[in-house]
C-alpha cells in the first residue's frame, strides 16, 4: 500500500497516511497540531507520472483559454498553479522550477508549441 506525505500548511510539519484508494481518500489532520490543512506532497515514488505527463495535464491553459492565454508570462502557469490547488496537493517542484522558467522567458519545448 502506498504512503502518501501531507505537509501541514499551519506548522509545516509532515503527515503520512496510507491509502489503497487515493480518490477517495480523505486528507489526514496534522499529527503535530491537528490543523486540516494539509496538502499532499507529489513524491516521485507516489505518483507514477513524468514531468512530461504532469505538464501535458496540469500544465496547459484550459480549453478555450486561446491563443492569448501566454501573453502576458506572469499568467503562464497560473491555471496550474489553481488546478493544483483545487486538488489540494502541491505542486512538484519540477513543474514549479518549469513554470518560474517560463516566466522569466525559458518557455520549456511544449509550450512553445502551443
Ligand atoms: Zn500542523
Redesign the pocket.
Known amino acids: 500500500m502506498p504512503i502518501y506525505e501531507y505537509r501541514?500548511?499551519?506548522?509545516?510539519?509532515i503527515?503520512e497516511a496510507f491509502h489503497r484508494d487515493l480518490a477517495k481518500a480523505q486528507k489526514p489532520?496534522?499529527?503535530?497540531?491537528?490543523?486540516k490543512?494539509?496538502v499532499r506532497i507529489v513524491s516521485s515514488f507516489a505518483t507514477p507520472k513524468t514531468e512530461a505527463q504532469v505538464m501535458e495535464q496540469y500544465g496547459v491553459p484550459e480549453p478555450g483559454a486561446g491563443p492569448d492565454a501566454y501573453k502576458d508570462p506572469r499568467q503562464i502557469g497560473r491555471w496550474a498553479e489553481q488546478r493544483f490547488d483545487e486538488m489540494g496537493v502541491e505542486m512538484p517542484a519540477e513543474a514549479k522550477q518549469m513554470i518560474e522558467a517560463a516566466r522569466e522567458g525559458d518557455l520549456p519545448d511544449p509550450v512553445k508549441d502551443l
Open positions: 501541514c500548511k499551519a506548522c509545516g510539519k503527515t489532520a496534522c499529527e503535530a497540531c491537528e490543523s490543512t494539509t
